[in-house]
Nanobody, 114 residues
Framework: VQLVESGGGLVQPGGSLRLSCVAS????????MSWYRQVPGKERDLVAS????????NYADSVKGRFTISRDNGKITVYLQMNSLKPEDTAVYYC????????WGQGTQVTVSS
């Protein structure tokens, strides 16, 4: 099983990034996919999730209206489009597959700073 995130980096406040997570080794279509984030010394928090069919999404209040989660089952990939980024969005972002088991990616750093 592998979840490989990409797309993180340094961006100025107000900017945008799109994270990608490519999956392999499990039945991607059967899993809810989620993005979490974590800052040092704090718990890993749920940012957004999307149902296996892509018809239901959920967002943390702090990112509603700014972030969009989507998935392409044909490409076994889940995305997180992040707009209007704020310094408080700085964190390591993790992709997770939630089903009978939970699988995690290795994380990608997002830094929002001027």
């Amino acid at each position: 099983v592998q979840l490989v995130e990409s797309g993180g980096g340094l961006v100025q406040p107000g900017g945008s990034l799109r994270l990608s997570c490519v999956a392999s080794g499990f039945a991607f279509r059967r899993y809810t996919m989620s993005w979490y984030r974590q800052v040092p010394g704090k718990e890993r928090d749920l940012v957004a999730s999307i149902s296996n069919g892509g018809d239901t999404t959920n967002y943390a209040d702090s990112v509603k209206g700014r972030f969009t989660i989507s998935r392409d089952n044909g490409k076994i990939t889940v995305y997180l489009q992040m707009n209007s980024l704020k310094p408080e969005d700085t964190a390591v972002y993790y992709c997770a597959a939630v089903g009978v088991r939970v699988y995690w990616g290795q994380g990608t750093q997002v830094t929002v700073s001027s």
